[in-house]
């Protein structure tokens, strides 16, 4: 499963990936909120956005220092 993640980021364009950085902070940072004020049904959904954006973060930085 991380292959198929690995080759989706890599066949994105930098602006794709960029704006799924942003896409992916948004609906994590609502997702905290709703889970502040009521607690959601999936909490590990919060994990796995992190993840998702470090990801993100990760091929962004790879392709700046390529």
Same mark, same amino acid.
């Given at each position: 499963?991380?292959?198929?993640?690995?080759?989706?980021?890599t066949?994105?364009? +930098? +602006? $794709?990936?960029?704006?799924?950085?942003?896409?992916?902070?948004?609906?994590?940072?609502?997702?905290?909120?709703?889970?502040?004020?009521?607690?959601?049904?999936?909490?590990?959904?919060?994990? $796995?956005?992190?993840?998702?954006?470090?990801?993100?973060?990760?091929?962004?930085?790879r392709?700046?220092?390529?």
């Amino acid at each position: 499963m991380a292959k198929n993640i690995k080759q989706d980021l890599t066949a994105m364009s +930098d +602006d $794709d990936l960029q704006n799924e950085i942003l896409d992916n902070q948004t609906r994590l940072q609502k997702m905290k909120f709703s889970h502040a004020i009521t607690p959601i049904e999936n909490p590990l959904s919060i994990r $796995d956005a992190r993840r998702k954006i470090a990801q993100l973060k990760t091929e962004q930085h790879r392709r700046a220092l390529n």
